[in-house]
């Protein structure tokens, strides 16, 4: 009896992965090479090749797939943590934030790399070009702060800062 449930719930296991293949997410491939951003932020090939790297797959409307990206459930767990790097950070929508919230993503993007927890460790356990330099965080870092101060250049300091609640 024992062995033949195990069968049956083994053809059933089966079947519903073999089924789970055919229910697949939409790629994160938006077919436009550059960004709106970059109009506004141009963005240096030293700078690109490390958000193409470490910070585009997650955080932009283009994602590299890697193969095991075509298995599912894995697909449908790729998907899922794209589309949240997205919402909390989109590179290719940059330009289309309020620039209070580019000014304040930008000073977040330097704390999470500096305190190591950009790019996330399960990224970089299988993207090994992914992984940091102290040399690539200064070229990231130094290309914040010049995107940051020409924000402060342009733009009243009181509009930078979020507004203090009423009580």
């Known amino acids: 009896m024992v062995k033949k449930f195990l069968k049956v719930l083994g053809f059933v296991l089966l ?3 073999i089924i789970a293949q055919f229910i697949r997410p939409a790629k994160n491939i938006s077919g436009g090479a550059s960004s709106a951003s970059e109009t506004i932020f141009p963005i240096p090939d030293s700078v690109r090749t490390i958000l193409t790297a ?4 997650c955080h932009s409307n283009n994602t590299r797939y890697p193969w ?14 794209i589309q949240e790097g997205k919402r909390e950070l989109n590179f290719s ?7 209070r919230r580019q000014y304040r993503k930008l000073e977040q993007i ?10 996330l460790p399960s990224y970089t356990l299988l993207h090994k070009d992914a992984v940091l330099s102290i040399q690539q965080k200064e070229i990231l870092f130094s ?3 010049s995107i940051r101060d020409s924000i402060k250049e342009h733009t ?5 800062k979020m507004p203090k609640r009423r009580p």
């Not at 470490?54 to 797959?57: G, L, S």
């Not at 929508?93 to 620039?99: C, D, K, P, T």
């Open 156 to 160: 009243p300091e009181d509009s930078l």
């Open 110 to 119: 330097h704390t999470l790399i500096e305190e190591n927890e950009m790019p």
């Open 68 to 81: 095991y990206a075509e298995i599912q459930p894995i697909g449908w767990y790729l998907n899922s943590h």
């Open 15 to 17: 079947a519903a992965i």
């Open 54 to 57: 470490a910070c585009f797959d």
């Open 93 to 99: 929508e940059f330009a289309s934030y309020r620039v």
């Open 143 to 145: 290309w914040i702060k």
